[in-house]
Antibody
Framework: EVQVLESGGGLVQPGGSLRLSCAAS????????MSWVRQAPGKGLEWVSA????????SYADSVKGRFTISRDNSKNTLYLQMNSLRAEDTALYYC??????????????WGKGTTVTVSS | DIQMTQSPSTLSASVGDSVTITCRAS??????LAWYQQKPGKAPKLLIY???SLERGVPSRFSGSGSGTEFTLTMSSLQPDDFATYYC????????FGQGTKVEIK
């Protein structure tokens, strides 16, 4: 079964850092782009960041550019999100997502259950 | 940046109804659009990709159509399990979600 499982969320003070991890199983991780999507409490979905299968392209939403870094370790089947200079508005449930290619584009086809990040003093 | 606008924001319907949700893109995205269903406390679930392709295992009462800037998700004969929030997402240029449409019981 294709699965992705997030970890690493928690409570952090404004200005602090946190690293999220996402363990993938049930598919050949190194062949697929991956993404992070977040959802603030009671709000909609917001794409955060994406990384290609070979790690040659990393993309970020403007709201996190310069503060968050996406990375992957294909030998460990793991995706990461390093979050620095955290703000209250980064408080959200963070989903790891597997991307499926289609004619040169990628859409999300598998979602994890999410890990909660709370930024508060 | 491509903006996605869904309408309506909330939709009240009864079991057995046919309902349609609309998603509009701020510029052409060809057919690069997906639809997701999300229930409270759960992760989103893929329903439709490439505007009209049904994800494996999704009931055939769900259908998608459109291209360019206007897209629709139609649910024929609404079932109790279908009351949820639905999101469209474009993947033509980066990724952007619509604000969501909550389908509630009338």
């Amino acid at each position: 079964e294709v699965q992705v499982l997030e970890s690493g969320g928690g409570l952090v003070q404004p200005g602090g850092s946190l690293r999220l991890s996402c363990a993938a199983s049930g598919f050949t991780f190194s062949r697929y782009a991956m993404s992070w999507v977040r959802q603030a409490p009671g709000k909609g979905l917001e794409w955060v960041s994406a990384i290609t299968a070979s790690d040659d392209i990393r993309s970020y939403a403007d709201s996190v550019k310069g503060r968050f870094t996406i990375s992957r370790d294909n030998s460990k089947n793991t995706l990461y999100l390093q979050m620095n200079s955290l703000r209250a508005e980064d408080t959200a449930l963070y989903y790891c997502a597997k991307m499926q290619p289609t004619s040169g584009r990628d859409y999300v086809d598998v979602w994890g259950k999410g890990t909660t990040v709370t930024v508060s003093s | 940046d491509i903006q996605m606008t869904q309408s309506p924001s909330t939709l009240s319907a009864s079991v057995g109804d046919s309902v349609t949700i609309t998603c509009r893109a701020s510029q052409s995205i060809s057919r690069w659009l997906a639809w997701y269903q999300q229930k409270p406390g759960k992760a989103p679930k893929l329903l439709i990709y490439d505007a009209s392709s049904l994800e494996r295992g999704v009931p055939s009462r769900f259908s998608g159509s459109g291209s360019g800037t206007e897209f629709t998700l139609t649910m024929s004969s609404l079932q109790p399990d279908d009351f949820a929030t639905y999101y469209c997402q474009q993947y033509n240029s980066y990724w952007t979600f619509g604000q969501g449409t909550k389908v509630e019981i009338k």
